[in-house]
């Protein structure tokens, strides 16, 4: 047997494990970097200026390559990596968290910057865990590797003994096997029970109205097209929640749009209107059934999940069916006939007609400041037909939601699972992910704010990403909520708890290295989106917005 260092181990199985990058403030396993770069100098080490902004970019990366994305903090950093992990946690995305972890040698004796991290990841992982031996590094990489991707995807964190992880010194006798089938999502595809798939087929056929919901279980498992051909097969019409609105296009006539409370008005109204719902690939939460009125508890439904614990979670269920979402939508197309529903599509269509009737105005205004619902327009139009959308939490979430669609198959939309300034960190890690496809990040001024540094690291690694910055000079999100605390009444000095100052985010791109544009009106975006994505260098584009434009609330109805 042939010793080598942890650091050889570690660097070997990442590579085998078909990692890319690697996203961290580099303080840890310093020497696992140094080996990367001798004997896999293809895995790109991307330095952040923040550790939970490198939880993000990993995020971004993991959900547009469908590979883990690894993200990396010394034992100081830790508890900044541990908050970053809350999004892909709750948005199900496989990312290996590497942070240093404490010496049995100086535990409790006040080292500098040295506390307990590890009960902090416990509730924004699958496997939280410590090695502890060099011998150890081959089985918990393997382990690791194998949790993040199986079943419900999500974080997984090794902590490794020395703040810096200094254990990767150490020798060991260990080989550095890796399991490839586990460097992807889904590695393993359950297959349908035939006798579920029939009795959820046979409620479907007796259904007058039935709807299916499709959510971010659907793209994990890449089944857009098997759910396009079925929902053609059977004529039901699609809604989708917000992480799963790329499995469906929304040009489709099937289309519902995006349910819930970040949400179209038409979808809430056909979802509560259907007779039979078909959950797939979704764990029926409440921002997708905005908080379970979207359709009320009771409503006949039926659910596909690769996870168990998943099925009838708030929903009581008719059938169900416990597989591969991909797997049993190609089941149910092989066992299914063909079927018209024309009174229900008829009402589809007029519910849909009405919603798009009722924003005409705003979606094609030339008003100055620019309306952000025009912003949404222009990116359904100008995005390539490769396109990936990166969109924030918050108004930026509501938005993109309510008023872009997706307008092809290959088009990619990965959302915030509730964490402001999620996007822009998260559009480096994708573009890092899908290096040959347009990225845009859609976030607002109050979004970009918390991760503004990180201009630099895409200047400096010349990763080219669009963000496209809804600038209104505010949080104007809060405005509701503060107008109602004041009881109706405002105050102007109320608006200092959502206003901000001026700031020109194009010239400040522009001193970071990346190329700046202003857009003041509206007649200009299209352009201005042309320029971005011909640039061939990181972009932000800063677009002038109306403060006093607010998301139209969620209907239930």
């Not at 590695?187 to 709807?211: G, M, N, S, Y």
């Not at 379970?292 to 009838?312: F, K, N, R, Y």
């Not at 190329?515 to 994505?533: S, T």
Request: net charge negative.
């Amino acid at each position: 047997m042939t010793r080598r260092t942890g650091a050889r181990v570690v660097a070997d199985m990442l590579a085998g494990y078909g990692v890319t990058h690697l996203f961290g403030v580099p303080a840890i396993l310093r020497r696992t970097l140094a080996e990367l770069e001798r004997h896999h100098p293809d895995v790109e080490r991307v330095v952040t200026h923040g550790e939970k902004s490198a939880a993000y970019m990993a995020d971004g990366y993991a959900r547009v390559s469908g590979r883990p994305g690894v993200a990396m903090a010394q034992i100081v950093g830790a508890l900044n990596l541990a908050a970053g992990l809350r999004e892909p946690f709750l948005a199900g995305s496989p990312v290996i968290a590497l942070t240093g972890g404490r010496s049995p040698a100086t535990k409790f004796r006040h080292v500098y910057q040295e506390i307990d991290d590890l009960p902090a990841f416990d509730p924004v992982t699958k496997l939280n865990a410590t090695i502890d031996d060099a011998d150890r590094f081959p089985d918990m990489l393997r382990h690791a590797f194998r949790v993040a991707t199986t079943g419900a995807p999500g974080p997984v964190h090794l902590q490794v003994q020395g703040n810096e992880g200094q254990l990767d010194l150490a020798e060991t006798d260990a080989e550095p096997l890796v399991e490839p089938l586990f460097g992807q999502v889904p590695p393993i595809r359950p297959e349908p029970a035939d006798e579920d798939v029939i009795e959820v087929l046979r409620l479907l056929a007796a259904a007058e109205r039935p709807v299916i919901v499709a959510g971010g279980g659907v793209r994990a498992s890449g089944a857009g097209a098997e759910l396009v051909a079925l929902a053609e097969a059977l004529d039901i019409p699609v809604a989708t929640s917000a992480n799963g609105k790329d499995t469906f296009p929304g040009t489709h006539p099937l289309s519902a749009g995006v349910v819930g409370t970040y949400s179209r008005e038409c979808a809430n109204q056909i979802v509560n209107r259907a007779d039979l719902v078909c959950f797939i690939g979704t764990r029926t939460g409440g921002m997708t059934t905005h908080f379970w009125a979207v359709p009320p508890i009771g409503t006949p439904a039926i659910q596909i999940d690769i996870e168990p614990s998943h099925l009838g979670r708030n929903y009581p269920l008719r059938a169900f069916v416990a597989a591969d979402a991909r797997r049993a939508l190609a089941r149910m197309l092989a066992l299914s006939g063909r079927q018209s529903r024309g009174t229900w599509r008829a009402e589809v269509v007029r519910l849909k007609a009405n919603w798009r009737e009722r924003y005409r105005e705003v979606l094609t205004s030339d008003a100055v400041p620019i309306r952000p619902e025009r912003i949404a327009a222009e990116l359904t139009a100008s995005l390539p037909a490769d396109a990936v959308l990166v969109v924030d939490t918050g108004h930026a979430g509501m938005w993109m939601a309510q008023f872009h669609d997706i307008t092809s198959p290959g088009q990619g939309y990965l959302r915030s699972a509730g964490h402001l300034g999620w996007a822009f960190s998260a559009g480096i890690g994708a573009k890092c992910g899908a290096p040959d496809r347009p990225v845009v990040a859609f976030t607002g001024d109050a979004g970009f704010y918390y991760h503004l540094g990180e201009v630099e690291t895409a200047a400096r690694r010349g990763i080219n990403l669009i963000t496209v910055v809804n600038n209104n000079s505010g949080g104007n999100q809060s405005k509701r909520g503060f107008d109602r605390a004041y009881g109706g009444e405002p105050t102007d000095k109320s608006r200092e708890l959502w206003n901000y100052l001026d700031v020109d985010f194009a010239r400040t791109a522009e001193e970071m290295g990346a190329l700046g544009i202003r857009v003041d009106r509206p007649g200009d975006l299209a352009k201005a989106l042309d320029r971005a994505l011909d640039a061939g260098r990181p972009v932000v584009l800063d677009v002038r917005t109306d403060i006093e434009v607010t998301a139209p609330q969620p209907v239930s109805q």
